[in-house]
């Protein structure tokens, strides 16, 4: 445990930021794992409601520093692409 107030206080400030960067993190996996399902059962409706939500929490992701800006491209391109094939599957379907 430090002895210097400075560092005390970095200890709070990095647990508070630590609490809050793994809420985030942790609402950005289920708002992924949400769409995923939402494709699994092939309900474009939800699914496109997610998808929003999903790039939307992944772009938020990166302006706060929790993921790489290519990371997120990169992820944000597959949820697209399996949206897509969704849509693309439902259409052939109509």
């Known amino acids: ?30 708002s992924i794992k949400s769409f995923e399902a939402a494709v699994q059962n092939k309900d474009v409706e939800k699914a496109g409601e997610t998808l929003l939500t999903a790039t939307k929490k992944i772009d938020k992701a990166v302006t706060k520093g929790l993921i790489k ?20 599957e439902e259409a052939v379907a109509e």
């Open 1 to 30: 445990m430090p002895n210097i107030k400075s560092a005390i206080k970095r200890v709070k400030v990095n647990d508070k930021k630590r609490v809050q960067n793994t809420a985030q993190k942790s609402a950005l996996r289920t």
């Open 69 to 88: 800006k290519n990371t997120a491209a990169r992820k944000k391109s597959a949820l697209a692409k399996k949206f897509n094939a969704l849509t693309s």
